[in-house]
């Protein structure tokens, strides 16, 4: 007789065979679930579908309108449509598939090789993608030693995974395949082919566009919107660093390996400040501009980018005035209220647009005003700064999360003003298929200056993390290409440089809390990298505001 186990699914138990697959019990739940189950939490542990039942046990299931079941759609889409070009393209035409960055709701990619990309390729693999759909192709799952992997990746011309792997520490490494086709994929997959049935194919630029859907409705891939201006930027930082010779993980490993590594901090940093100063050359030249709005999501880097172009400002003639439009809040009684009743301090109508457009108008209009200072823990307004008045050379800038928001300076022509979008855009990518989120670099970012400055744990600020990220998609994410300029604030070595900052804080997080699993996560993602020590980081650096030691006290 076989031997049975009890499975807790919130309220209910069943009794199930030993050896049941997850996907199994899965599948017996569906109906209850509006999106489709793609992992599970076996007594918390995440766990794949493919896994089989051992022991009495309470399971969570993971739907793709879960954060990490939406990363996992998304990762096994990108496994599935390596291979449909592949096998589209035909045998040895295709030398490597990359698998850029975030554009719109989907990722960039380019094909090299002796290929042509056009639509009528692009049709071939949407057709190859549908028909391993309906095939329902299993992706499979086998463990290798690491040495192993290194000579397998060698094999198939992956050679940025080959280079990766000659940096892993630990013994073995887990391959997906789909028929004869292996890869490596940083994080957990989907069963099978058949669980891919949302995504759509768009030329766009030198190579083309998958759209997929996103986690607030995953059965719906959206219109490509694309968004030119970060498009150009991404696309620039990542020529910068194919240039330097600098496209994934391995290959910057190999740079701090060699001992070059500070050629390759001098020349990041060279390469921002002449962006920073040619930002400034172009608002010199423009002698109506008076106001410079910078905005940009969490630990971008604003005020460290701020204080930097205030010294180019300077050295091209202009004497600017550094204003938190924090200083703007409405009195705390007339703060807006969020669903659950809380103060809503990130929504524009937190902001007195009104006084705000008034004072400006009466400094155009060379009037001397006395700008509030927000007195955050009386919650008011105070007026106990000395008068500004503009000068011929006066300019103001302007940072906070509006500043990108037409309505915020709905009064000021637009003549007068310069608006910046700065983010952190990551052009590193762990390898040729698998990306590095933007958010990551950023929340990374973030959990070392919040340790640092507000003696917050890791495990609170992964908390915060989707509040904040829910903030800048309703507040700044709309505006950026408002923008006239933007600037990338990533700099290629920077996680080799947070690694021993941030893994001692994470490592700190306990296995039975909720943050536990992004924890892990983190620390998987980040010993794919050598470590750097602080001392290369110039103390001028927009790395120092996170890190601490640097010259503008941030």
């Not at 793709?64 to 996992?72: Q, V």
């Not at 719109?104 to 390729?121: A, H, I, W």
Request: aromatic share 10%.
């Amino acid at each position: 007789m076989s031997e049975m186990f009890t499975v807790r699914i919130g309220r209910e138990e069943r009794q199930y065979e030993k050896g049941t697959t997850y996907q199994k019990i899965a599948e017996d739940f569906q109906k209850e679930y509006d999106n489709d189950i793609v992992l599970v939490f076996v007594d918390e542990k995440l766990q794949e579908l493919y896994k089989k039942l051992y022991k009495d046990c309470e399971i969570r299931f993971v739907t793709t309108g879960d954060e990490i079941g939406h990363k996992t759609y998304r990762r096994s889409m990108c496994f599935m449509l390596v291979k449909a070009i592949y096998d589209a393209a035909g045998e040895g035409t295709v030398d490597k598939v990359r698998i850029h960055y975030s554009v719109s709701k989907g990722y960039y990619c380019t094909v090299e090789g002796s290929v042509v990309l056009n639509q009528e390729l692009l049709d071939r693999v949407t057709a190859r993608m549908e028909e391993m759909i309906g095939e329902n192709m299993l992706i499979g799952k086998r463990s290798v030693h690491t040495d192993e992997a290194v000579a397998l990746f060698k094999r198939y011309g992956m050679h940025d995974k080959e280079k990766l792997f000659n940096y892993r520490r630990v013994s073995r490494v887990n391959i997906y395949n789909m028929n004869e086709f292996e890869d490596y994929y940083y994080g957990y997959m989907v069963p099978s082919a058949g669980y891919l049935k949302y995504f759509k194919l768009y030329l766009y630029d030198e190579g083309f566009v998958i759209q997929m859907p996103v986690k607030s409705n995953p059965r719906i891939v959206p219109e490509f919107e694309p968004q030119t201006k970060l498009f150009n930027v991404l696309k620039e930082s990542v020529k910068w660093g194919d240039l330097q010779g600098i496209e994934t993980v391995g290959a910057l490993n190999d740079r701090i390996t060699k001992g070059d590594v500070r050629e390759v901090v001098l020349v990041q940093e060279a390469m921002q400040e002449k962006r920073i100063a040619e930002i400034a050359g172009e608002i010199a030249a423009r002698p109506e501009i008076k106001f410079i709005l910078i905005a940009g999501p969490s630990s971008s880097g604003k005020t460290t980018f701020s204080h930097r172009l205030s010294i180019q400002l300077r050295a091209n003639g202009l004497v600017p005035h550094p204003i938190a439009v924090d200083n703007y809040f409405v009195e705390r009684e007339e703060t807006p209220r969020d669903e659950n009743g809380n103060y809503d301090f990130e929504c524009l109508g937190a902001v007195d647009v009104e006084l705000f457009n008034t004072q400006m108008q009466e400094l155009l209009a060379g009037k001397e005003v006395v700008i509030p200072t927000f007195n955050f823990l009386k919650g008011s307004k105070e007026y106990n700064s000395k008068p500004k008045k503009l000068g011929e050379n006066d300019v103001l800038v302007f940072e906070g999360i509006h500043c990108l928001n037409p309505k915020l300076t709905e009064s000021l022509s637009d003549e007068n003003k310069y608006k910046i979008y700065i983010s952190a855009l990551t052009q590193l990518n762990v390898d040729e298929h698998n990306q590095i989120p933007t958010t990551d670099g950023r929340l990374l970012r973030r959990i070392v200056r919040d340790a640092r400055t507000r003696g917050s744990s890791a495990k609170r600020t992964i908390g915060m993390w989707p509040s904040v990220r829910r903030g800048e998609e309703q507040n700044i994410f709309p505006y950026q290409e408002e923008a006239d300029v933007m600037f990338n604030s990533a700099l290629i070595y920077e996680l080799a440089v947070l690694k021993p900052y941030v893994e001692a804080l994470l490592f700190g997080i306990e296995h039975d809390c909720p943050e536990y699993v992004e924890a892990k996560r983190l620390l998987k993602f980040l010993d794919y990298f050598v470590g750097i020590g602080s001392e290369n980081v110039p103390m001028n650096s927009l790395l120092r505001e996170f890190i601490g030691g640097g010259c503008f006290n941030v």
